[in-house]
């Protein structure tokens, strides 16, 4: 069977189970069956694939026809500039959460150094990719994952900013280590009840640990900003990402924490999505 061939039966299956993507995943998964990019694929659709290329590729679509993420069936994912390795450890980076990333370069555009902590790092996308940009900036992460601390050193040393990074085991409460310029978090925000509504692909797959907020959604960024106010240096920046229909009441507890807040932001969809508040 040649690869065009390949893609349009795997397209059928993908189709039938629902997935709104098939034609672009096809292709995804036979490039990495390949090892070749999606472009050189493309040019040669007449190609006949060996038995075990033809046995791995259906093998993938199987998988994919279950709703598993492309991300973790290729295992790797590009966020900001950067491809990212993922496994099912850790949180598929996603493309709002590169807001964060904007905003983090065009507040601090005129600091010459700085150092920052990211509380929950998962892949290490939101850290390391603010550590690629800015190569005076340091950086800490903490994570209560072994292997999503082992994921984000994988993903340092690809990425070369390694000797720039700290990692710890640790969960908020038990951290207590240094003092930052700025604190960023994305951390568990979607209530524990509404968990079954998500997507299959995500529900089914991502690590819970780091989509569960507990019953209000709120109990992991209390966490955060309760933790915050003993590491952000007098004037540091506390940026979070929440879920759309939290910001107020989360702008109430910075408040009573001694948190000025700054900016609310929305993400791709026009929802808010982001809250950066200065420590006074």
Request: hydrophobic share 35%.
């Amino acid at each position: 069977m040649n690869i065009l061939s390949a893609i349009s039966k795997g397209n059928e299956l993908l189709k039938s189970n629902g997935i709104v993507s098939s034609k672009l995943d096809c292709e995804i998964l036979i490039s990495k069956v390949l090892k070749i990019n999606r472009a050189d694929m493309i040019l040669n659709m007449n190609k006949d694939l060996t038995i075990d290329q033809l046995s791995y590729f259906n093998e993938l679509i199987e998988q994919r026809s279950k709703r598993k993420p492309i991300a973790y069936l290729t295992g790797k994912k590009e966020f900001w500039k950067y491809e990212f390795y993922v496994t099912k450890d850790v949180l598929i980076p996603r493309p709002d959460t590169e807001i964060i990333i904007e905003k983090v370069l065009e507040l601090t555009k005129n600091k010459s150094s700085l150092n920052f902590l990211d509380i929950g790092v998962g892949s290490g996308c939101i850290i390391l990719s603010i550590l690629r940009e800015r190569k005076n900036y340091y950086g800490t992460g903490i994570d209560i994952s072994k292997k999503s601390l082992e994921i984000c050193k994988i993903n340092s040393d690809n990425l070369g900013v390694f000797n720039r990074l700290r990692l710890f085991k640790s969960d908020i409460d038990n951290f207590r280590y240094g003092k930052y310029d700025l604190v960023i978090s994305n951390p568990p925000y979607i209530k524990k009840f509404d968990l079954k509504y998500l997507d299959k692909d995500v529900i089914n797959y991502e690590p819970q640990s780091a989509l569960d907020g507990g019953l209000d959604g709120l109990s992991e960024l209390k966490k955060v900003i309760n933790n915050s106010t003993k590491l952000i240096k007098k004037n540091g920046i506390l940026i979070l990402e929440i879920g759309f229909n939290q910001s107020e009441k989360i702008k109430g507890i910075l408040k009573k924490k001694g948190f000025f807040i700054k900016e609310v932001f929305r993400d791709l969809a026009g929802n808010n999505r982001c809250i950066i508040s200065i420590k006074k």
